[in-house]
């Protein structure tokens, strides 16, 4: 078995079967499934239990602190397979997800094989699966993807210190994880590693930032990238008060 795949759940009994159902059809097993309940309410975890994935061994763990970071870090101790992959509760992977990740790993210096996220619509999906290969040549040393679409080489993620809240304790931190791995080795966008995140993820109003510091981050040279996390964007999301918690936010919800 050389996969982990970890998924956080906060209250997402309207949209976790169907990601489970995604990852029960991979083409690639057996792998080890991480699914880790982050204090929810709304049934998520009865549902989460009552999956059935043929050839996957499914582990629950639970972490009562709110956050996603910290159920994160929860699983960390956990990942002891040589990949591990990360997703979201409300997406969905295609069959040969992690079999397309396995093929990007070629080389031992690439640590991170980085999935598009794409609407459903087919001709918008081409155009951002395009987009992200030019992106990710002209920028190597960023992140173009989210937490619902990261798989790492273990032992570089371990390296880097993992997920762990006393690194960033604010939003935006699939960027900043990024950041530390990327001095591990290579990061590579494979063109057929795709997911489809829910529609709702189009309210971002609470986790952004602002264009004024996503231009400053595209162009604040590799070696200064340090500086721009630790010294730059963080005091100012904190200033912002935008933590962490500000991902249970459910903005979507009436």
């Known amino acids: ?13 309207d949209y976790l079967a169907a990601t489970l159902a995604s990852l029960a059809a991979q083409t690639l097993k057996p792998f080890r499934l991480l699914l880790v309940d982050n204090g929810s309410t709304d ?15 499914v582990v629950h763990l639970a972490e009562a602190r709110p956050g996603k970071i910290f159920a994160l870090e929860e699983a960390m101790p956990s990942l002891s397979t040589e990949f591990v992959a990360f997703g979201d509760a409300d997406t969905f992977y295609p069959p040969h997800y992690l079999a397309t990740a396995q093929a990007a790993y070629t080389a031992s210096d690439i640590v991170a094989a ?6 459903p619509d087919a ?18 040393k960023q992140t173009h993807t ?22 960033w304790p604010y939003v935006l931190m699939d960027h900043e ?5 990327v001095k591990q080795g290579r990061i590579v966008y494979p063109y057929g590693l795709w997911c489809v995140p829910s529609d709702r993820r189009s309210d971002r109003t609470r986790v952004r930032w602002t264009l004024a510091e996503r231009l400053l981050y595209h162009f604040t040279p590799a070696a200064a990238k340090d500086w721009y996390f630790y010294r730059f964007l963080g005091p100012r999301l904190r200033a912002r008060k935008l933590g962490h918690l500000n ?8």
């Open 1 to 13: 078995m050389r996969w982990t795949f970890v998924i956080a759940y906060y209250n997402e009994a």
């Open 43 to 57: 049934g998520s975890a009865a549902i989460a239990r009552a999956a059935v994935l043929p050839d996957v061994e």
């Open 114 to 119: 980085m999935a598009t996220d794409v609407p």
């Open 123 to 140: 001709a918008r999906a081409l155009r951002k699966r395009r987009h992200n290969q030019i992106v990710s040549r002209l920028w190597p």
């Open 146 to 167: 989210g937490g619902f679409g990261q798989t790492f080489r273990t032992a570089a993620l371990v390296a880097a210190g993992g997920y762990a809240e006393r690194f």
């Open 177 to 181: 994880i990024m950041q530390r791995v």
């Open 247 to 254: 991902l249970r936010e459910k903005t979507w919800v009436a």
